[in-house]
């Protein structure tokens, strides 16, 4: 069975910076896309950031770019995502997501595309 375990999140000031962590469970962790994705309250979940298996790509929304980093570690079968210099307007419950891929390290940007998701953690930024 596969399960995602997100942690990291919490409440902090504009300009600081979280670093949130995706563990996962039940599944061979190489073979497998990873994405962040966000909601904020009265809104629909947003893509974030996503890596290919290998950890060689990785794609992100234009309103994180330069901001957040997402990475992996598969000997630890988790995925990263450093947040940095945060904005109010980042506040929201953050999920990550999970797809097999065979063959390609296709990144995937769209919920839809993921298989397997979180319970999510809470991210709240302060003005």
């Known amino acids: 069975q596969v399960q995602l375990v997100e942690s990291g999140g919490g409440l902090v000031q504009a300009g600081d910076s979280l670093r949130l962590s995706c563990a996962a469970s039940g599944l061979t962790f190489s073979g497998y896309a990873m994405g962040w994705f966000r909601q904020a309250q009265g809104k629909e979940r947003e893509f974030v950031a996503a890596?290919?298996?290998?950890?060689?790509?990785?794609d992100y929304a234009d309103s994180v770019k330069g901001r957040f980093t997402i990475s992996r570690e598969n000997a630890k079968n988790t995925v990263y995502l450093q947040m940095n210099s945060l904005k109010p307007e980042d506040t929201a419950v953050y999920y990550c997501?999970?797809?097999?891929?065979?063959?390609?390290?296709?990144?995937?940007?769209?919920?839809?595309?993921?298989?397997?998701w979180g319970q999510g953690t809470q991210v709240t930024v302060s003005s």
């Open positions: 997501a999970c797809r097999l891929v065979i063959g390609r390290c296709t990144i995937y940007r769209r919920a839809n595309d993921y298989n397997y």
């Open positions: 890596i290919s298996k290998s950890g060689g790509t990785a």
